[in-house]
């Protein structure tokens, strides 16, 4: 039996160790925000937290994850009060197609941990998520507007 917790509430699963963490957020805790995209880690689509690291989960599997804290799209707001990054993509139009966007603000949560107040070489050099519609320019002013908007909340 693998415990796990998602966004904030335990689960139990005991399944296929084998079975991507991504397919058990989307057929079985029925939490449709997390993507697939190519399925070999590349594209990162799927990016979730996983206790507390961005993390694209079409690599992990189920059997790795007991004792462990995944967030998905649907648990990064809190009290009904939706993240800085989520301000910023919607301040910015962001999405294009929108099918990327919920792994793109995943990984964006995780960059400005590590990179508070952003260059554009870092932004470059450290979000590697991929979107076929090219928006990167848009998604580059995101981050920004994030960074500087987390900086108020403070």
């Known amino acids: 039996m ?4 998602v966004n904030g509430k335990k689960l139990n699963y005991s399944g296929d160790g084998d079975m991507p963490l991504l397919w058990y957020l989307r057929e079985d805790a029925n939490l449709q925000g997390t993507k697939f995209g190519c399925g070999i880690g590349e594209c990162g689509a799927c990016t979730v937290h996983i206790d507390g690291s961005a993390v694209r989960s079409c690599g992990v599997q189920m059997g790795d994850l ?3 804290s995944v967030t998905t799209i649907e648990g990064l707001a809190t009290n009904n009060e939706l993240h800085a990054v989520q301000k910023a993509w919607i301040e910015e139009d ?3 197609c929108g099918y990327c966007q919920t792994g793109q603000i995943m990984a964006t949560v995780d ?3 590590n990179f508070p107040n952003p260059t554009d070489e870092e932004i470059d050099n450290n979000h590697t998520n991929l979107c ?3 928006t990167y320019d848009r998604i ?3 981050i ?3 960074a500087y908007l987390m900086k108020s909340e403070d």
Do not use: D, S
């Open 144 to 146: 920004h507007r994030a």
């Open 94 to 96: 962001v999405p294009q």
């Open 111 to 113: 960059l400005l941990k």
């Open 132 to 134: 076929r519609c090219g």
């Open 2 to 5: 693998i415990t796990l917790t």
């Open 66 to 68: 007991n004792g462990v």
């Open 140 to 142: 580059r002013k995101a």
